[in-house]
């Protein structure tokens, strides 16, 4: 079956610092990934995508890189800022399981100024 | 993207009550999901609901436990039934948008919280 490992948190920066979210993930067929962030009190936003191998999606200074040889995609950002405290979710979809989407653990990144 | 909206977006309530929670979305969508947060976890679904077709339950849900109505394309419910203090986490509907191409999304509502004492 499918399945999605991302590093655990918490994830405690100082504000400018680089942001590493590591994802890896288990897949039968071609899935597509994403990244969603769940800021405090508040639901699931979509931050990023990517559908196929070496896509880079990006959004707000974040991006990720579709590695199918690593089977990974990585959440990055170069400076972080204390409004991107939130926990982030690094999922996939499988079009051959229902276009279900499986969800890593989530990490909650915490970042002080 | 699409916008959905969730009532209520919090809920204290009583054990052995039921809870009925709206998803409401600005366009007609075929594909709609239900999903469980509980605290400190990530997302679980529990159903899938399409209109026109009984709603499909993933493993350790249950239809009398978790009702769901899809009366038309842009509207849902789901009910958490007889409820019980285990019953408390967040609870979200989606959306998938362009279903079948590349661009194929999930969008999320801002989540249902839910509190049983």
């Known amino acids: 079956g499918n399945s999605v490992t991302q590093m655990e948190g918490p994830v405690t920066l100082s504000e400018e610092a680089f942001l590493t979210i590591n994802c890896t993930y288990t897949a039968t067929g071609y899935p597509s990934l994403f990244w969603y962030v769940q800021y405090p009190g508040e639901g699931l936003q979509l931050l990023l995508k990517?559908?196929?191998?070496?896509d880079k999606g990006s959004n707000k200074g974040f991006e990720a890189t579709y590695r199918k040889e690593t089977t990974s995609f990585h959440l990055e950002k170069g400076s972080v800022q204390v409004s991107d405290s939130a926990v982030y979710f690094c999922?996939?979809?499988?079009?051959?399981?229902?276009?279900?989407?499986?969800f890593g653990g989530g990490t909650r990144l915490m970042v002080k100024p | 993207s699409a916008v959905i909206s969730q009532k209520p977006s919090r809920d204290i309530c009583q054990r052995g009550t039921s809870l009925t929670i709206q998803c409401q979305v600005d366009s007609q969508v075929t594909m709609m999901f239900w999903y469980r947060q509980q605290p400190g976890q990530s997302l679980t679904l529990i159903a899938t609901?399409?209109?026109?077709?009984?709603?499909?339950?993933e493993s350790g849900f249950v239809i009398d436990k978790f009702p769901i109505s899809r009366p038309n394309l842009t509207f849902s419910t789901l009910t958490v039934s007889n409820m019980s203090p285990e019953d408390s986490s967040i609870y979200l509907c989606?959306?998938?948008?362009?279903?079948?191409?590349?661009?194929?999304?999930?969008?999320f509502g801002p989540g249902t919280r839910l509190l049983v004492l």
């Open positions: 609901a399409n209109q026109g077709s009984e709603a499909t339950y």
């Open positions: 989606s959306v998938l948008r362009n279903p079948g191409s590349n661009q194929e999304t999930q969008y």
């Open positions: 999922a996939l979809s499988d079009r051959n399981a229902g276009n279900m989407l499986t």
């Open positions: 990517a559908t196929k191998a070496d």
